[in-house]
Structure formats: structure tokens, C-alpha cells
């Protein structure tokens, strides 16, 4: 039983354009939602968030949306750097909860200088 | 730094063997959590300690599994009698109770 589902296993782009990560939820009692991001042999960094009462949040070149009907939040990264190479995770928690996050399986980014 | 740090950080174990995986989390985080990585997937949640009490071990696969924080501070995962399927990342996270959450670098366990 996947609540979040990261459908993209990888996604490849040219330096400077721009990147978007996409992420599909089932549980509507999620209403926190986070993107980590991993490099190889590193645990996940917290990268942003975004409340359910929100939208959009936006920091430097990332910027996270929310579509709360469609149960779909995307991450997207202009300009994108080869730094930006990784694994990007969706995370969501739920109301009330323990702040437990359910993951995504992640999508590999990779940007080509 | 100050992070959070996991040891060892490679554990191989023969099937059968019980294991033991350690966190240090940041200093004064009350929230630490307990994950698990297959490869090629997300983490999954294994357990939720605050402080030193075990609030949510609904993700424990088995009772095989079994976590400890007796101090509300460092904070043990131990496997008994490991299986192959147990093979994975395990990672520990702490929170100073906001949804923010920050990783150690993870224990590869492979059990042969």
C-alpha cells in the first residue's frame, strides 16, 4: 500500500533548465509534504516543504507546489546545476501523527553540464 | 559536526546472527525515528521514539525487530535472527518536534 507514489524512476536535463519532479499522494489526511534529497552513500537532506494550507513555497531556485484536489505536489528546480544531481524524495505526514513521514521511492535527477 | 551518526555504518551478518545498529542523534532532538531503505525504494517507517518513550512501533516488520532509547538520547535497533530479507538501509532521523527531520548517513545491513 503506496501512499506516495513517485512515478519518474529518473529524469536527465541540461544545465540551466529547468527541472520539475512530480509526486502523487492517496491519503488525504496527509498535510505536510517535503522533498529530501540524497546523494550515494549519504542519508536524505531536507531540501522544502510545504503545508496543506499552502500552494506554493518557494526557496532560491526550488519551488514546491501543491494541488490538494488532484493529490499531486511537484518540485521544480530553475536553473538546474550539475550539483542538483541526486535522488529527490517526496515525503508526506499525516494529521495528528507522530510527524512519521511516508516516502516515495524517488526519482534520479541528473544534470547534464 | 554536529549531525546525526549511525554505526557501523556496513554491517554483513550470516543469517541467523543478531544485529545491533546504533544512532547518536543531534544533541537535544526529543524525536528520533527509525527507517528502513530496500534498495530502490523509499524509506519506510519502522518506529517513533519521544524521548525515551516508544510512542509508534507500527512499522516494525516482525518481532524479530526491537528498538530501544533508554536514556531518551542514543538509541539501539536490534535484529534477531536475521533474514536475507532484512537486507537494507536502515536510518535513523531525529527532529527537535517539527516535521523537519535529520538523517544520519544509514547502516547497509546484508545478510548472507
Known amino acids: 500500500d503506496q501512499q506516495v507514489k513517485q512515478n519518474s524512476p529518473s529524469l536527465s536535463v541540461q544545465e540551466g533548465r529547468i527541472s520539475i519532479l512530480n509526486c502523487d499522494y492517496t491519503n488525504s489526511m496527509f498535510d505536510y509534504f517535503l522533498w529530501y534529497k540524497k546523494y550515494p552513500a549519504e542519508g536524505p537532506t531536507f531540501l522544502i516543504s510545504i503545508s496543506s494550507i499552502k500552494d506554493k513555497n518557494e526557496d532560491g531556485r526550488f519551488t514546491v507546489f501543491l494541488n490538494k484536489s488532484a493529490k499531486h505536489l511537484s518540485l521544480h528546480i530553475v536553473p538546474s546545476q550539475p550539483g542538483d544531481s541526486a535522488v529527490y524524495f517526496c515525503?508526506?505526514?499525516?494529521?495528528?501523527?507522530?510527524?512519521?513521514?511516508?516516502f516515495g521511492a524517488g526519482t534520479r535527477l541528473t544534470v547534464k553540464p | 559536526g554536529a549531525g546525526v551518526s549511525q554505526s557501523p555504518r556496513y554491517k554483513v551478518a550470516k543469517r541467523g546472527q543478531d544485529v545491533a545498529l546504533r544512532c547518536d542523534p543531534i544533541?537535544?532532538?526529543?524525536?528520533l525515528f527509525w527507517y528502513q531503505q530496500a534498495l530502490g525504494q523509499g524509506p519506510e517507517f519502522l518506529t517513533y521514539?519521544?524521548?525515551?518513550?516508544?510512542?509508534?512501533k507500527s512499522g516494525l516488520p516482525s518481532d524479530r525487530f526491537f528498538a530501544e532509547r533508554p536514556e531518551g538520547s542514543v538509541s539501539t535497533l536490534k535484529i534477531q535472527r536475521t533474514q536475507q530479507e532484512d537486507s537494507a538501509v536502515y536510518l535513523c532521523a531525529s527532529s527537535l518536534d517539527s516535521h523537519e527531520q535529520f538523517f544520519g548517513p544509514g547502516t547497509r545491513l546484508t545478510v548472507l
Open positions: 544533541s537535544g532532538h526529543v524525536s
Open positions: 515525503a508526506a505526514s499525516e494529521v495528528g501523527g507522530n510527524n512519521d513521514m511516508r
Open positions: 521514539f519521544q524521548n525515551e518513550a516508544q510512542l509508534d
